[in-house]
């Protein structure tokens, strides 16, 4: 089994020269463990957001090579920063930026996709007992412009460089010590999970879990490569994320809630085969995705066209919809921003009954009304209203007994 570990340390874990002596200790007593160590790390906290407010105080939609160029720069700052921290424990460290390493990616710029790593010169440092420290979230395209990955990039980049090296695990360290069976924001009674299959982490990321970027779980789950989730405040082993199900998981792992999405309705458009594909056509041209639909028929051979999308595209939407109902002569549009996604997850609904009824019972007991339902092998999501959201969110942890 490989020796080398990835860490990741996110933003909060680098907020000030005293957080990254702790990191550098966090390093320093891994190798000490016999762990061949590669950090990857983020921006210093709040670093980004003023660089991207810096950006749009000169221009109003800056320039996306130029942007990512701009935005990515607070990574070069923590990578020399903790490499001299490291010097200064008397660990020999080298850093790299995305361009030194080798990083390359696609074109897209703000949400660029790795296509390749080279690790020649990481392995090089390894063998001789250097640590090298890389910047995350940001990688180069084939003309050697910088992109950046997409906020959360530097999970991502984590996740991508433990699966080039064939580390034993990727840890990313954030502020909180693992995933919590909910937000502990919302409801005191969450609990640490210590472990989740890829299965279940990518449905609490995409559900909003805000922990881990989905499409770093993505990536770890594609190579089977196993993420820990870990404060760099605190000893605990933390949450283990792999591919691994067995006969003692729990029927539910998590309640999440979201308080970013909307939902939209046309109304009487023709009841007729492939309306629903020239209704959602436009809409994912666009680059909007759409999550949970309802499509009610009515006894006039018309139907009512439901869906969600996220609460920053709504406008967008509707414009879209108010184009499309004209081209229909369907009826009018209604736009919901007043909703909130409610989700349970558990790899235990394959082999249990009943847990939507329990759901449905349970919300019914505490008068929230359901306004749409989705389901999945290991996941039901229902839509109530946002003021409700986390009365829901408490009332299904209790009922599922999550807290012990």
């Avoid at 989740?196 to 982490?201: G, I, V």
């Avoid at 028929?297 to 879209?320: A, L, W």
Wanted: hydrophobic share 40%; charged share 25%.
């Amino acid at each position: 089994m490989s020796n080398i570990v990835v860490q990741k340390f996110g933003g909060t874990s680098l907020a000030d020269t005293d957080r990254f002596k702790a990191v550098a200790k966090i390093i320093k007593d891994t190798s000490k463990k016999g762990k061949k160590v590669v950090a990857v790390v983020s921006a210093m906290a709040g670093e980004t957001q003023r660089l991207i407010d810096l950006a749009k105080e000169v221009q109003e939609i800056p320039d996306p090579r130029e942007y990512d160029a701009l935005i990515s720069s607070g990574e070069q700052v923590s990578v020399a920063l903790l490499a001299m921290t490291l010097r200064n424990e008397k660990v020999n460290s080298k850093s790299y930026t995305a361009f030194q390493l080798g990083l390359r990616t696609d074109d897209y710029h703000g949400k660029a996709r790795i296509n390749s790593i080279d690790t020649k010169n990481i392995l090089k440092d390894i063998s001789a007992d250097i640590t090298p420290v890389i910047t995350g979230f940001q990688g180069i395209n084939e003309q050697g412009d910088i992109t950046t990955l997409g906020r959360g990039g530097s999970d991502t980049s984590a996740v991508a460089l433990a699966v080039a090296l064939e580390a034993q695990e990727c840890q990313i360290y954030t502020d909180v010590d693992g995933v919590y069976t909910t937000d502990p924001n919302v409801y005191e009674k969450a609990k640490k999970i210590d472990k989740l299959t890829f299965e279940e982490m990518l449905e609490l990321s995409s559900l909003g879990a805000k922990v881990l970027q989905i499409r770093s779980v993505e990536f770890a789950s594609k190579y089977n490569m196993p993420i820990r989730v870990k404060s760099s405040f605190t000893n605990d082993e933390g949450t283990l994320i792999n591919g691994e199900e067995n006969m003692e998981d729990a029927l539910i792992s998590g309640v999440t809630h979201t308080s970013d999405d909307a939902k939209l309705t046309i109304r009487k458009v023709p009841d007729i085969p492939g309306i629903a594909a020239k209704i959602l056509d436009p809409i994912s041209s666009k680059g909007i995705e759409v999550d949970i639909i309802i499509q009610n028929v009515s006894e006039d051979k018309t139907t009512d066209f439901t869906f969600t999308v996220k609460r920053e595209k709504s406008q967008e939407t509707k414009n879209i919809l108010s184009n499309l109902s004209k081209e229909f002569g369907g009826g009018e549009i209604e736009l919901n921003e007043d909703i909130s996604k409610v989700s349970l997850v558990g790899v235990g609904m394959k082999s249990h009954a009943g847990v939507a009824a329990t759901m449905f019972k349970t919300l019914a007991e505490k008068n929230i009304n359901i306004e749409m339902i989705s389901t999945s092998e290991i996941k039901i999501s229902v839509v109530v209203k946002e003021d409700l959201a986390h009365e829901a969110v408490k009332s299904l942890h209790d009922a599922f007994n999550l807290e012990k």
